[in-house]
């Protein structure tokens, strides 16, 4: 078990250095509008969801480092990372932050994995709980096709409805940048030097940092939608996320990312979870990250507490 024995601690500038690096303008993030939003439970600004997870993704990282197991990683191509959470309380700002990683399970065979449970407790209450697993192919959404659609979806508008055979999408446009990637890892109480060193030149995009444009995506969405941002907000429930970890080492400055997301229709009508696929799309629309992502409306949530 790896746990983080100092507490460390987001404070306000750090969910804000995060937010503006991954253009989210959620007002559940804003030190001065969160009290626009009606009944709002956490009684302050809380830190983003994939903020959270690439502090996890770091500390996986250093767990595989001192136990020698990027070497069976590379030996068994296991080129997929998988991460699953669940949220169970907001994590705010000057709040003490324990990782746990718990030993790593070796599955070896004909489908050979790694996998580590993980939990994040604030001020010693459960904030996140899952895992991650090192497979050769994604454990999601692992069954798409988007064949059907133009090679470069450069020649559409920014912020546009994609039809395929998938279904329709909302298209969202990032680049990747390298200044906003620092300041990500900075934000995420990570040394940045890591990954970024212009005399070494290296130049190592984090896994999360463009899966935390999904969050961008969503509320761009929800404009469209007309969502009232005060009155029926929305916070993660869950993430399910595969990310194609070769895709993630090509990565340079100006790649362009295009960001996919669809609604799923719901199988449960007395489910108050909002469900969405969501897709980065790099050069000739090769998949970088998939994603299951459910939101859980505020008023669902504050129905549960009563």
Same mark, same amino acid.
């Given at each position: ?13 750090? &969910? ?19 009290? /626009? ?8 600004? &809380? ?8 502090? =996890? ?15 069976? &990683? ?12 669940? +949220? @169970?309380? @907001?994590?705010? $700002? ?34 996140? =709980? ?23 979806? /450069? ?54 940092? $463009?899966?935390? +444009? ?7 969405? +929800? ?63 090769? =998949?970088?990250?998939? @994603? &299951? ?14």
């Amino acid at each position: 078990m790896l746990s983080n024995e100092k507490h460390e601690q987001f404070k306000q500038i750090h &969910i804000d250095v995060v937010s503006n690096a991954t253009d989210d303008f959620n007002l559940f993030h804003d030190s001065h509008r969160w009290s /626009r939003i009606i009944n709002n439970p956490f009684h302050g600004p &809380i830190a983003l969801g994939f903020q959270i997870e690439a502090l =996890i993704e770091h500390k996986i990282l250093l767990h595989r480092q001192l136990n020698n197991e990027n070497d069976y &990683i590379s030996k068994n191509k296991l080129n997929f990372s998988n991460y699953q959470f669940s +949220f @169970a309380n @907001a994590i705010k $700002p000057g709040q003490d932050i324990l990782v746990d990683i718990k030993k790593t399970q070796i599955t070896d065979g004909d489908i050979p994995k790694l996998s580590n449970r993980v939990s994040v407790k604030t001020n010693g209450k459960l904030a996140l =709980i899952g895992f991650k697993k090192e497979t050769q192919s994604p454990l999601f959404l692992n069954n798409i096709d988007f064949s059907d659609i133009s090679n470069d979806l /450069r020649h559409h508008s920014d912020r546009y409805f994609l039809k395929t055979k998938q279904g329709t999408f909302f298209v969202k446009r990032k680049f990747m940048n390298a200044s906003n990637a620092k300041n990500f890892l900075c934000g995420s109480l990570i040394d940045q030097r890591l990954f970024f060193d212009e005399l070494k030149n290296k130049y190592n995009y984090p896994e999360m940092f $463009p899966c935390a +444009f999904i969050s961008c995506t969503l509320l761009e969405n +929800f404009i469209q939608e007309k969502l009232d941002f005060e009155r029926s907000p929305m916070v993660y429930g869950s993430h399910k996320i595969s990310i194609n970890r070769l895709l993630v080492s090509q990565l340079k400055s100006n790649d362009v990312l295009h960001i996919l997301i669809q609604k799923q229709k719901k199988t449960d009508s007395h489910s108050f979870l909002e469900t969405y696929e969501c897709y980065g799309l790099v050069a000739e629309n090769q =998949i970088l990250f998939r @994603a &299951i992502v459910e939101l859980i409306p505020l008023e669902a949530i504050l129905k549960i507490k009563k």
